[in-house]
């Protein structure tokens, strides 16, 4: 399974951008990115994913290096409800199987 | 339009027991996988059903099994349990034939303790 390396933690406010940083540097030409995010008490939610091109839908953007070996997710406007754990997971496009395999993710705080 | 329920949300068990949890998933998915949490990380897959049968599955001991019925629910039992197997239990849906272009559904979980 390809890897993804995360910042542990990062700390936001309200209403401010927030970028959150992934490498996945073995990753392969079929290996999706995506994002899944963990509110306190429940279970992961979507958030987005991309293959090559920058990627925007109705909760974030999802910005691809050219190289594709990371990645960045943007929230444009902080709001309480986005603290959560963020996972970046790749998965390939080819192998068949719909396994995430999560690593520890990033924890959000937003600060008011 | 119901997403994936699991049930029960909280269950207490002891040692040696054995433990069902079941789950129903989004309305027009085929596809269940089944996934451990620990406090403090991240969900690790367990297995995953599609057709009734087990595509794949993680690195779990053989206590660790799972059934998928005609309906597309599923459950997952786990024989003599250990305190560690304490943890939230998560259940994901997805439909096979849109892999990997749509998501999986989670569920909030089942939260087993054993005492």
């Known amino acids: 399974d390809a890897k993804t390396t995360q910042p542990n933690s990062m700390e936001s406010n309200e209403e401010e951008p927030v970028h959150l940083p992934c490498n996945h540097s073995?990753?392969?030409?079929?290996?999706?990115i995506h994002w899944y995010r963990q509110l306190p008490s429940q279970g992961p939610e979507y958030v987005i994913h991309g293959l090559t091109s920058n990627v925007n839908n109705r909760m974030a953007s999802l910005a691809i290096a050219e190289d594709r070996k990371s990645s960045t997710l943007i929230l444009h406007r902080a709001t309480l409800r986005d603290a959560a754990v963020y996972y970046c997971i790749l998965i390939n496009g080819q192998g068949g199987s719909e396994k995430l395999v999560f690593g520890k993710g990033t924890k959000l705080t937003v600060n008011p | 339009d119901a997403g994936v329920t699991q049930s029960p949300t909280h269950l207490i068990k002891t040692r040696g027991q054995q433990v069902t949890l079941r789950c129903s998933p989004k309305?027009?998915?085929?596809?269940v996988s089944w996934y451990q949490q620990a406090l403090g990380q991240g969900p690790q897959f367990i297995f995953q059903y599609y057709e009734e049968e087990e595509r794949q599955r993680g690195n779990f001991p053989d206590r660790f099994s799972g059934h998928q019925f005609p309906n597309y629910s599923s459950e997952l039992n786990v024989n003599a349990l250990l305190l560690g197997d304490s943890a939230l239990y998560l259940c994901?849906?997805?439909?096979?034939?849109?892999?990997?272009?749509?998501?999986?559904?989670f569920g909030d979980g089942t939260r087993l303790s054993i005492l």
């Open positions: 309305s027009g998915h085929d596809t």
């Open positions: 994901a849906s997805s439909l096979s034939r849109s892999y990997p272009n749509q998501p999986q559904h």
């Open positions: 073995t990753i392969s030409g079929t290996d999706y």
